[in-house]
């Protein structure tokens, strides 16, 4: 059963840059091609996709972030983190992070294990 667990900062002021970790138990982060993503949900919207980090390594992100949102990892710890910059209020919100698989019919993503969420505010 794979397990997910975000952690990280429950308030960041304006400006600064929100680093979240997801650690991931019961399957490693490297095998297989899955994607590894961050989904946010700010209150009244609908889940948003932030981006991911493929078991290969490499990286996608939304455009909606502007250049904003990375994505690291350490296979070591079997982690990856979030780091957003440059924060703004609008950015409070839940955040999540999913494994995603990509259907070969529909070439979208769909997520089949979640963590719990983090709710993250920003505000002075």
């Known amino acids: 059963q794979v397990q997910l667990q975000e952690s990280g900062p429950g308030l960041v002021k304006p400006s600064q840059t929100l680093s979240l970790t997801c650690t991931v138990s019961g399957g490693s982060i490297t095998t297989n091609a899955y994607y590894w993503s961050w989904i946010r949900q700010s209150p009244g919207k609908e889940l948003e996709w932030m981006g991911a980090i493929r078991s290969s390594g490499t990286t996608t992100y939304s455009p909606s972030f502007g250049g904003r949102a990375s994505i690291s990892r350490d296979t070591s710890k079997n982690q990856f983190t979030l780091h957003l910059t440059s924060v703004i209020p609008e950015d409070t919100a839940v955040y999540y992070c999913?494994?995603?698989?990509?259907?070969?019919?529909?070439?979208?993503?769909?997520?089949?294990?979640w963590g719990q969420g983090t709710q993250v505010t920003v505000s002075s």
């Open positions: 999913a494994r995603q698989t990509l259907v070969p019919s529909t070439r979208k993503r769909e997520s089949d294990y």
